[in-house]
């Protein structure tokens, strides 16, 4: 592979018997990036995670991080890479700091104890350092994971899924930590259905559908693209007038959403909801989401005449 | 530097914190043997002239315990980790085939060198055996246990359950030791038994091993170890192989 990119993945394909897992990927991250990797369940992010980490084998492709080709030159790839698993997972035989230095040593690092000192202090695991790992609650395991995951300082981070069934605390905590080591200079690709948390953190996105990436852009353009400011109305009586109705659509809590481009805007579309009697309920005013560029991809993934 | 080292520490600590199930329970299980088969079994002739029966069994029984728990330590470790799904903390890093490979072996071995000498130890309370060739014992010891160790990397790449394991323990491993000539002499047996004997590499281990003790076996030393070595060879090129091909590891 050429240039260098923080991870590269040209053309792979993959298949578990007769599911079509990955159909063609192609995506470059660039160093320093924190990347989003977003799609429904089953779109294959897990297996092209596990593409990059040599868990899974792709049938034809390659992929690379940070310059090295996954499988011919997989010492240099692996050791360049940091993966949290999407499961918790642990060994029930040893201590938090046992665990830590385990795997510090899998990397052939021996003298790592005032790194592991300062994961264990970063992710609030410092009082749990003695306990066994059998003892832990589910988020406290997931924090060993990211230490785990962390241990070798790798110059690439990928979190599947990092705050699935986590608590607030431990939300805030792992994001403050993982926004220092990208400000340093660590490349994060992210996995999330907290498409909230993607929106705040991720400067690029990529959305997969059905084993192929369907959107690749930075998050302001997709927002841009593909979402808009709406005002959103909730009617107590009466109907939403012709000249609204147009371009509004009903969501399933019963709120309509009438795409807005200014505040005059936002007044205009009032002043009709006045004269045709409606009674409102409910009325805010949303910016761009990307939970709504998500749900406008996947459509027109299936509605291929939508304008974009 | 390789992470070589730091597999090894862990696969002997793993098994070391339950050295109770891991070591000693094997150790009270062949003394157990030993009392038992020494009533059943006292008024037997002498199977080597000036050995007793009961001399006899001790380091037969010393293999029979190596040869399982070598099996029983790399087999339960990566089924565990399998099921578990924490293998994926050895997937993840740098390490190489051979890295997995040895640091698996050796700690198989270590813990079967324990419970040999546990066995051994606490025999000689009840009847002290003569160790007339240590250095072929050991030999004997070394390779026995790591052919069943390799046995043990193979069943636990290949086995997706527990009970897949079990299955290898109960149908392959165990009739194979039973009938390695832990407890009789295979001079002792029908020509046709005595020829099926020499087929089962375990007997081998278990014969080659006497003959550290006694300077007294069925099969001369040197071609029992060539035996068992070549079955180590062959099985450890196996599992190598499958380790660097990643089959049933990464999918």
Redesign the interface.
Known sequence: MSARHAVEVRDVHKR?GAVRALAGVSLAVEEGEFFGLLGPNGAGKTTLI?AL?????PDSGCLAVMGHDVARD???A??A?G?V?Q?I??????TVRETL??????????SNGAWIDELLERLALAPKARANMRSLSGGMKRRVMVA?ALV?RPAVIVLDEPTAGVDVELRQTLWSFIRDLNAAGHTVVLTTHYLEEAQQLCSRIAMMKDGRIVALDSTARLLAAFSERVLRVKLAGGTLPESLAGGARLDAAGWWRIPIADMAHVERSLARLRESGAVLEGLEVAEPELEQVFVRIMHREQDVAFPP | MSGFPTLLRKEVLRFWRVGVQTVAAPVASALLYLVVFAHALSGRLEPFPGVTYLQFLVPGLAMMAMLQNAFANSSSSLIQSKVTGNIVFILLPPLSASDVFLAYLLAAVVRAVAVGLGVFVATLWIVPVPVLHPLWALAFALVGSGLLGVLGILAGIWAEKFDQIAAFQNFLVMPLTFLAGVFYSVHTLPPAWQAISRLNPFFYAVDGFRYGFFGRSDVGPGTSLAFASAALAALSWLALHLLARGWKLRH
């Open positions: 578990f596990s980490a040599g868990l899974a084998q997989f010492r240099a692996r050791r890479l993966i698993p499961e997972v642990f060994d029930p035989f040893f230095e385990f795997q510090s040593g899998y990397f052939g690092l021996r785990q070798h």
